[in-house]
C-alpha cells in the first residue's frame, strides 16, 4: 500500500528515475493537490498544493500538471502548466481549457488531454504543442460521457482513456 491517506487519490505517476510515484489527493481535512511517495510508501509528502493530473516530459526534468485558476477574473477553469523539477518554477501554458487528464509525448513535444467543454457540450481530446503553444482538437465525445483519463502509448501512436458514459465506464 503507497498511501493510507484515504478518501480520494488518484492518477499515480512514476518519477523516471523511479524514486517516486506522484499521485493526487483530495479530501475535506488537507489541501488537495500532488503528494509524493516512496514505492515502499516509507515517505509520503504534499508535493504541488492545487495540482491534478500530472505527466512528465521524457528527460525526467520537467512535467506538465492540471490546475484549477482564475479565468477571466470571474470563473475557475483548470489549466496546464509547466513545472521545472530542478528550480520549482511553474509557467501556465493555457487560458480557460479545462483540462482533466494529461500525457505527454514520447519525444517530449506535445501534450494530449482530455477537457470538459463548458455549458453541457461535448467533452474531447486536443493536443497542445509545447513549442508553438498551438491546441489542436482531436475527438469529440457525446455530451452524455465524461473522460475520465488518458495515457499515450510508448510510440505516441495511440491514445487509451477511460470514458464514463451515463450506465458505466468503458
Known amino acids: 500500500q503507497l498511501s493510507s491517506l484515504g ?3 488518484t492518477g499515480p505517476v512514476w518519477s523516471p528515475d523511479g524514486q517516486w510515484v506522484y499521485y493526487g489527493h483530495f479530501s475535506p481535512g488537507r489541501a488537495g493537490g500532488l503528494r509524493r511517495a516512496t514505492p515502499d510508501g516509507a515517505k509520503d509528502e504534499p508535493f504541488l498544493q492545487g495540482a491534478g493530473n500530472w505527466s512528465f516530459l ?3 526534468a520537467s512535467a506538465v500538471f492540471t490546475r484549477n485558476d482564475v479565468y477571466q477574473k470571474f470563473y475557475n477553469r ?3 502548466y509547466h513545472y521545472d523539477v530542478e528550480t520549482g518554477q511553474e509557467t501556465r501554458l493555457t487560458h480557460g481549457e479545462r483540462p482533466i487528464s494529461v500525457a ?3 519525444d517530449g513535444g506535445a501534450v494530449y488531454y482530455a477537457r470538459q467543454n463548458w455549458g453541457g457540450q461535448s467533452p474531447s481530446i486536443s493536443r497542445y504543442d509545447l ?3 498551438e491546441v489542436t482538437p482531436i475527438q469529440d465525445f457525446p455530451a452524455t460521457s465524461h473522460i475520465e483519463s ?3 502509448s510508448p510510440d505516441g501512436q495511440t491514445l487509451a482513456l477511460t470514458v464514463y458514459k ?3 465506464y468503458l
Request: proline share 10%; aromatic share 14%.
Open 131 to 133: 513549442a508553438s503553444g
Open 104 to 106: 505527454v509525448s514520447p
Open 78 to 80: 483548470n489549466d496546464l
Open 7 to 9: 478518501y480520494f487519490s
Open 150 to 152: 488518458i495515457s499515450l
Open 166 to 168: 451515463y450506465g458505466g
Open 58 to 60: 521524457p528527460d525526467g
